[in-house]
């Protein structure tokens, strides 16, 4: 059964620190693997996609790492700063032309002054 | 703003009745996705239609349904509604048909509350 396991489930930092969120997939066949950020009642807003072939990507201060072999993804957040605040959920898509999204539950971020 | 419109933004009906939700993908793009968001079950992938045609299938119950329209805009159709089917619904667009690395541009939600 495909399933994506986040970690921590929640987390508080203080503004201007680093953080890194854990996303742990067991999917098959792999596609690719997204991370939102969600604010709370509003959609979610894309942060990286990445392919099987790609290690890291980075938006602003935002990098994504993937391990293809331990399927495990990762996602850094830079000096974080109050607006950072929301959830963020990993998303792994398998198969091709007919394909599946499995969600991971997210991880709430509060980052306090 | 991501330039996907959903109507409307609430939603309050009764146990057992119907709903259509509506959605305007972004201009230029051909894919649109349901999802639901309740609190205990988190983010649910429910179907997903390109240039009018169904494309793939989530847990979507039979109870709902979805169209795409020749104008790209997507419908979905919620009836014998059940307390539980109180959630946030989401719809996203791509330009490109799903599966693919292609960004989804997700809506501001229709919130339903069934009660």
């Known amino acids: 059964k495909n399933q994506v396991e986040q970690s921590p489930q929640s987390l508080i930092i203080l503004e201007g620190k680093n953080c890194t969120l854990q996303c742990n997939y067991t999917v098959s066949p792999f596609s690719n693997l997204r991370w939102y950020k969600q604010d709370t009642g509003r959609g979610p807003v894309s942060l990286t996609i990445m392919t099987f072939s790609e290690n890291t990507k980075s938006n602003g201060r935002y990098t994504a790492t993937l391990d293809a072999d331990t399927k495990q993804s990762s996602l850094h957040i830079t000096a974080s700063q109050l607006s950072d605040s929301a959830s963020y959920i990993c998303v792994v898509t398998s198969g091709a032309g007919s394909y599946q999204l499995t969600f991971g539950k997210g991880t709430k971020l509060s980052v306090i002054p | 703003d991501s330039g996907v419109t959903q109507t409307p933004k609430h939603l309050i009906t009764a146990t057992g009745q119907r709903v259509t939700l509506r959605c305007s993908p972004r201009s230029g793009d051909l894919s649109v996705y349901w999802y639901q968001q309740s609190l205990d079950q988190g983010l649910q992938f429910l179907i997903q239609?390109?240039?009018?045609?169904?494309?793939a299938k989530g847990n979507i119950l039979e109870r709902f349904s979805a169209q795409q329209f020749p104008d790209l805009h997507s419908e979905l159709n919620l009836s014998s509604l059940e307390l539980g089917d109180s959630a946030l619904y989401f719809c996203?667009?791509?330009?490109?048909?799903?599966?693919?690395?292609?960004?989804?541009?997700f809506g501001p939600g229709t919130r339903l509350t069934v009660t």
């Open positions: 239609y390109y240039n009018g045609e169904e494309r």
């Open positions: 996203a667009s791509s330009v490109g048909p799903g599966g693919a690395s292609y960004e989804q541009y």
